[in-house]
């Protein structure tokens, strides 16, 4: 699982995927990351969390990558991990201290 909420009450919206997605697993839609809370299947109507800045999620990070509070927090998207060097700029903001040993980052979605 990539992300998972902490905490927050994320804006969520209809998507339907070409291919499944995973709970938890990070999507870009353009270049804003959105989070599916549930697995979604092929073809069938579900829904994503879209950034909202009020919902803060538990990251899956990149090894040895640290962050600090206020820190950008991009995503390797195919990797499915937060990553100080990410694939895209998709609107996560670290808002807790992430040393190289943590396996997550929390971040705030928006």
Not at 46 to 68: D, H, M, Q, R, W
Request: some cysteine.
């Amino acid at each position: 699982m990539f992300a998972e909420l902490f905490h927050g009450n994320p804006v969520m919206i209809d998507h339907t995927p070409v291919g499944a997605i995973a709970a938890g697993q990070g999507v870009l839609i353009g270049t804003e990351l959105h989070i599916a809370h549930r697995a979604i299947a092929a073809g069938e109507l579900g829904a994503l969390a879209t950034p909202s800045g009020n919902a803060v999620y538990k990251i899956v990070k990149k090894a040895a990558e640290t962050f600090a509070v206020d820190d950008d927090v991009e995503v390797h998207i195919v990797n499915q991990e937060a990553d100080s060097a990410g694939t895209a700029a998709v609107g996560l903001t670290c808002v807790k201290t992430a040393a190289s040993a943590d396996g997550f980052v929390f971040a705030r979605h928006g």
